[in-house]
């Protein structure tokens, strides 16, 4: 059983960054991959980023060019910077682990976007 635990959601005004971190209980250095998703009110959960066990990272077209996914593999966390903030970025982000004993979710945490 992996367990994860996101943090670092918060409110900010567009235009501005946050980071979020996800900690999780394994080593991340052996899993398959991790990714951030985020679902807004009322929406379907999408996918953000997601980063590779051999470090390929890759993004949606959405964030592309203003978030950047990193992990830390001693510390088995895994971070999501998040800069240019827009509205529309609003959403509860979830982090996702991909091993070989499964599939992995967090519980989220709050980002808002104000205006």
């Known amino acids: 059983q992996v367990q994860l635990v996101e943090s670092g959601g918060g409110l900010v005004q567009a235009g501005g960054s946050l980071r979020l971190s996800c900690a999780a209980s394994?080593?991340?250095?052996?899993?398959?991959?991790m990714a951030w998703y985020r679902q807004a009110p009322g929406k379907q959960r999408e996918w953000v980023a997601r980063i590779i066990s051999g470090g390929s990272t890759y993004y949606a077209d959405s964030v592309k060019g203003r978030f950047t996914i990193t992990r830390d593999n001693a510390k088995n966390t895994v971070y999501l910077q998040m800069n240019s903030l827009k509205p529309e970025d609003t959403s509860v982000y979830y982090c996702?682990?991909?091993?070989?004993?499964?599939?992995?979710w967090g519980q989220g945490t709050q980002v808002t976007v104000s205006s």
């Open positions: 996702k682990a991909e091993t070989t004993r499964g599939v992995y």
């Open positions: 394994g080593s991340i250095f052996s899993f398959n991959a």
